[in-house]
């Protein structure tokens, strides 16, 4: 069965050019669109698609705290954020919400289609310079003291698991059967998610939540 798709965002020319990009896909359905969070969360209700790309800077609140409604409504939605911005405390505050990808508008059409079909099957896709800034980014000892208590996917919970038991990025990629570039990202997700900066602090954080 195609991926069931809502189109989030304020502008219709985006809008537009999302529709022209996903129907050459035809594992992909656009059965929806919305101009604002409320129209988002209404056809979240009413159509249940199992996905929303969802714009950061949409009235009447932002894409996140949108995102959060959404999520906290409907766990099972997958929330894949497009946005102009390239800035790393918005995909701190994406990825916190719930977000199963983070995917900047200049990127290339495959790279977007990639991103929707690897946040489907229950990964997690980052633009790749977004990703560098999750793993460089500095964590106050005060922030890691205090963890954010969020929702892992599955995903990242096997590689957390595998990573706390000693395997390396290629072998957890063999072991799960995906490719290094998403062992990575879902490395740099869970590092951005919980406020960690080093594999030591991973496991570290898998002991105490019982996760091994």
């Given at each position: 069965?195609?991926?069931?798709?809502?189109?989030?965002?304020?502008?219709?020319?985006?809008?537009?050019?999302?529709?022209?990009?996903?129907?050459?896909?035809?594992?992909?359905?656009?059965?929806?669109e919305?101009?604002?969070?409320?129209?988002?969360?209404?056809?979240?209700?009413?159509?249940?698609?199992?996905?929303?790309?969802?714009?950061?800077?949409?009235?009447?609140?932002?894409?996140?705290?949108?995102?959060?409604?959404?999520?906290?409504?409907?766990?099972?939605?997958?929330?894949?954020?497009?946005?102009?911005?390239?800035?790393?405390?918005?995909?701190?505050?994406?990825?916190?919400?719930?977000?199963?990808?983070?995917?900047?508008?200049?990127?290339?059409?495959?790279?977007?289609?990639?991103?929707?079909?690897?946040?489907?099957?229950?990964?997690?896709?980052?633009?790749?310079?977004?990703?560098?800034?999750?793993?460089?980014?500095?964590?106050?000892?005060?922030?890691?003291?205090g963890?954010?208590?969020?929702?892992?996917?599955?995903?990242?919970?096997?590689?957390?698991?595998?990573?706390?038991?000693?395997?390396?990025?290629?072998?957890?990629?063999?072991?799960?059967g995906?490719?290094?570039?998403?062992?990575?990202?879902?490395r740099?997700?869970?590092?951005?998610?919980?406020?960690?900066?080093?594999?030591?602090?991973?496991?570290?954080?898998?002991?105490?939540?019982?996760?091994?």
């Open positions: 069965m195609p991926i069931r798709i809502v189109i989030a965002d304020d502008h219709a020319v985006v809008r537009s050019g999302l529709r022209a990009l996903l129907r050459v896909d035809p594992d992909l359905e656009i059965v929806g919305a101009g604002d969070g409320t129209e988002a969360l209404r056809l979240a209700e009413t159509l249940h698609p199992d996905m929303i790309l969802l714009d950061i800077t949409m009235p009447p609140e932002d894409g996140i705290k949108t995102a959060k409604r959404l999520k906290e409504l409907h766990p099972e939605l997958i929330v894949l954020f497009l946005t102009m911005h390239e800035d790393e405390s918005l995909l701190h505050g994406a990825l916190r919400a719930g977000a199963a990808g983070y995917v900047i508008k200049r990127a290339e059409e495959p790279e977007i289609l990639a991103a929707i079909h690897a946040a489907s099957q229950g990964d997690i896709y980052v633009h790749p310079a977004m990703t560098r800034a999750l793993l460089h980014q500095p964590v106050t000892t005060e922030h890691r003291r963890l954010p208590a969020v929702a892992l996917t599955r995903r990242e919970l096997d590689v957390l698991r595998l990573l706390a038991k000693g395997n390396t990025n290629r072998q957890i990629a063999g072991l799960l995906l490719s290094m570039r998403t062992v990575e990202n879902h740099a997700n869970l590092m951005g998610k919980l406020g960690l900066v080093s594999r030591v602090e991973l496991v570290n954080y898998a002991e105490e939540n019982h996760l091994i």
